[in-house]
């Protein structure tokens, strides 16, 4: 059974950093490439960031870039996502993700609030 269980979410002020992880069970992690996507209130889920099986590539949403980083440990089945610089309009809950078996797989969500 696929499980994918993120932490790390909290309230922060803006300029500030949170660094979240995403530790996974149920399949071969490091042959699946893995997402974190976010939902604000009243917006569509939108792909924040991409990296590869072995990390070696990663893509990042326009409104991220430069201040997000996505990683991944496979010794330990976890993908992190560093976050710094957050703006307030980084407010949402994030989830990660995983496209496998034929269908996308997420976790619980973690809210991010970035508030002064």
């Known amino acids: 059974q696929v499980q994918l269980v993120e932490s790390g979410g909290g309230l922060v002020q803006p300029g500030e950093s949170l660094r979240l992880s995403c530790g996974v069970t149920?399949?071969?992690?490091?042959?699946?490439?893995m997402n974190w996507y976010r939902q604000a209130p009243g917006k569509e889920r939108e792909l924040v960031a991409a990296?590869?099986?072995?990390?070696?590539?990663?893509r990042y949403a326009d409104s991220v870039k430069g201040r997000f980083t996505i990683s991944r440990d496979n010794g330990k089945n976890t993908v992190y996502l560093q976050m710094n610089n957050l703006k307030p309009e980084d407010t949402a809950v994030y989830y990660c993700?995983?496209?496998?078996?034929?269908?996308?797989?997420w976790g619980q969500g973690t809210q991010v609030t970035v508030s002064s």
């Open positions: 993700n995983v496209f496998i078996f034929g269908r996308d797989a």
């Open positions: 990296i590869s099986t072995n990390g070696a590539f990663s």
């Open positions: 149920g399949f071969t992690f490091n042959e699946y490439a």
